[in-house]
């Protein structure tokens, strides 16, 4: 069983759809009982970084979640992936959940259109990360963002080049996941990940 925490910040039913069409059980839940219940945990999300952290800490789910990244799999999805470093610099400096050194600020590619939004190659920087398993070496996936993670480069399984290279892909080597891309609306690709991380 997944757990998708509902916590207000959107794009939960496409993830939900994702893995009910792969045939994965799936809860949508803000209940920290079934969060810990569970076998593995995504944080989904759209949005701005410091409202989506001011709705985890209203659903008294902080601590949760940080508990639960140190014990089972967990995957930060677009916004969710954003939110599990230490800060995030939108609108202003925010805390953010510290799962992962590092922190997300602004797209800084003057010449290219920002929002980031289409498809792009994953570029492989870290062959061992789990849900890069069975992919190609050409495959592209779907992102919309503004904003992209500062982290060290051991933290980052895959990229893709956007006027710099994105963090797309990034895992601590334990339990923690996070893509900035959408796997949820990437097609096969997207799905293989899925998979692979329901799989782990």
């Known amino acids: 069983m997944i757990a998708i925490i509902d916590y207000g910040a959107g794009n939960i039913f496409s993830v939900k759809n994702a893995l009910d069409f792969l045939g994965v059980e799936s809860v949508l839940t803000k ?25 985890l ?23 969710g992936m954003q939110l599990i470093f230490e800060k995030g610099y939108e609108f202003s400096e925010c805390e953010g959940l510290g799962l992962i050194p590092g922190y997300v600020d602004k797209i800084d590619s003057p010449d290219l ?20 398993d069975g992919l190609t070496g050409e495959d592209y996936v779907y992102f919309v963002h ?30 923690v996941y996070g893509a900035q891309f959408h796997p949820e609306k990437s097609g096969k690709i997207g799905l293989k990940i899925l998979q692979n991380f329901a799989n782990l």
Request: charged share 25%; glycine share 8%.
């Open 113 to 132: 259109i920002i929002p980031h939004m289409g498809w792009n190659r994953l570029e492989v920087n870290n062959k061992d990360c789990p849900l890069l």
């Open 146 to 175: 503004s904003y992209k993670a500062f982290t060290d480069n051991k933290y980052i399984a895959s990229y893709v080049e956007y006027g710099s290279e994105v963090p797309a892909l990034v895992h601590d080597g334990k339990f």
């Open 57 to 79: 800490n209203k659903s008294g789910l902080v601590a949760t979640v940080k508990h639960e990244a140190e014990r089972k799999p967990f995957l930060g999805i677009c916004l």
């Open 31 to 55: 209940d920290k009982c079934e969060i810990e219940a569970a076998d593995a945990v995504i944080l989904p999300g759209v949005g701005a970084f410091p409202w989506a952290m001011g709705e």
